[in-house]
């Protein structure tokens, strides 16, 4: 199938098979490497700093909403590595390339636009809770949006999902797409980009299929490909 660009490159949470996920060393690594773009996750603190980690508490078990910014820099993480804050990311983000932030806190869809809006990076925002998009809609209705999902769902309940949402992406779980889903996706406008693919001979089905983008592990696994 014809892509209208080439193939996107996503590192999932940087280039976490060579260093600790969600860190800035990762993230430098995956744009070594080739990467197009990275993926990372996000929740606030309790003083509204956004900062980059997957689960909702930290090696500690506190909860990341609970803490402020400055107790969770007093804590040192079990990769040995400093949490990062969103900002901190796209500084070191390199001209030309995307980060796509995943929102997982609750109700922190304001404070992630106006960190993205305070820096000249491509951005995009994603995630599975698909209100959170649709209020990041009306909020800041230039950044672009994706909806992230992992169950088959109909065609009529996707598409009221991407009207709900305005959503530009569209984040299936990489063992959901087939052709009817990519035409659904087209038809709409939407961009698909399969997640999250460790392996060759899987990404080359997938561009096959015509995805748009690839968020994997490692995006040595994705050369030669698009």
């Not at 693919?197 to 040595?220: F, P």
Request: with cysteine.
């Amino acid at each position: 199938m014809h892509r209208a660009q080439p193939l996107e490159r996503i590192a999932h949470r940087g280039a976490k098979r060579e260093l600790p996920e969600n860190t800035i060393p990762a993230f430098r690594r995956a744009f070594e490497r080739g990467a197009h773009a990275i993926e990372l996750d996000v929740h606030a603190t309790r003083d509204g700093v956004v900062v980059v980690h997957h689960d909702p508490d930290l090696s500690s078990r506190r909860a990341i909403a609970g803490m402020t910014w400055r107790e969770v820099q007093g804590l040192e993480p079990a990769s040995g590595v400093a949490v990062p804050r969103l900002a901190d990311v796209l500084a070191i983000t390199p001209p030309g390339k995307t980060v796509y932030v995943e929102i997982k806190g609750d109700r922190i869809e304001g404070a992630v636009a106006t960190v993205i809006g305070e820096s000249s990076t491509r951005c995009a925002v994603h995630s599975f809770d698909h209100d959170a998009i649709a209020r990041l809609r009306a909020i800041a209705p230039q950044i672009p949006r994706g909806i992230l999902f992992d169950e088959r769902a109909s065609a009529e309940t996707m598409r009221r999902r991407i009207e709900a949402t305005g959503a530009r992406d569209l984040w299936p779980r990489r063992d959901l797409i087939d052709d009817a889903l990519m035409a659904l996706a087209h038809e709409a406008g939407a961009r698909v980009i399969a997640w999250t693919v460790n392996s060759t001979s899987e990404a080359q089905t997938l561009v096959a299929l015509g995805v748009d983008g690839v968020c994997t592990d490692d995006v040595r696994l994705l050369d030669d490909l698009g």
